[in-house]
């Protein structure tokens, strides 16, 4: 049986809103296996980038557990679950979050340089070419269109070799054939690099890519379907 990569125990979710706390999660249990492709789908606001944003210790639960290679998230503090992501996890925002200060490969390069490896602009370069922008290294963020900086931003999250690679509507901000191509190139570093996937979006085309699609309805999981039990 695959390893259990990701692992939520009527995980919960309040925060402070201006009329009080607002739940935003109501009790997520759920497994992810090793190499597996999750796309989490529901209407806005139905809590699918907070449940994301947990499986990557980027909130923490208020409730239940999370676990991710074993490990328990919400028992680590903020400087455990920095160094943990960046030794375990890509993360891919719909905004780029690139550094604009910096060029395509200093981007790529960064995650690298934290977890102190030598030859880390060496293996930048390589995996922006993986993306197409092997003549782009050189460029900041301003030089690129989106879909250019949403390449970078896949190249850094692929680069440190992640086991698991989380992405939160990464298409969001791009037409449709820059979208369509970001979305190869993911499913491509997954399966490049044996990753697990997890995908948060809104397009049933995406969803339809995957190995199995929760979807999400007021914080609760509404549907858990494996892709060949649909059709």
Partial sequence: MSETV???????LVLAGNAGPVEILRGITLEVKAG?????????????????????????ATGGQVHALGQDLTAMDEDQLARFRRLNMGV??????????????ENVAVPLELAGVTDAFARAEAELRNVGLGARTDHYPSQMSGGEQQRVALARAAVTR??????????????????????DLLFGLRDRHGATLVLVTHAPD??????????LVDGRIAADTLRAAAE
């Fill in 6 to 12: 990701l692992s939520l125990a009527d995980a919960r």
């Fill in 206 to 215: 995406l969803a339809a890519r995957c190995d199995r699609v929760v979807r």
């Fill in 36 to 60: 597996e492709t999750l796309g989490l789908v529901g209407p806005s606001g139905s809590g699918k980038s907070s449940l994301l944003m947990l499986m990557g210790g980027l909130e923490r």
């Fill in 92 to 105: 891919v925002f719909q905004s780029f979050h690139l550094i604009p200060t910096m060029t395509a490969l």
């Fill in 162 to 183: 992640p086991r698991i690679l989380l992405a939160d509507e990464p298409t969001g901000n791009l037409d449709g054939a820059n979208g369509a191509a970001i979305m």
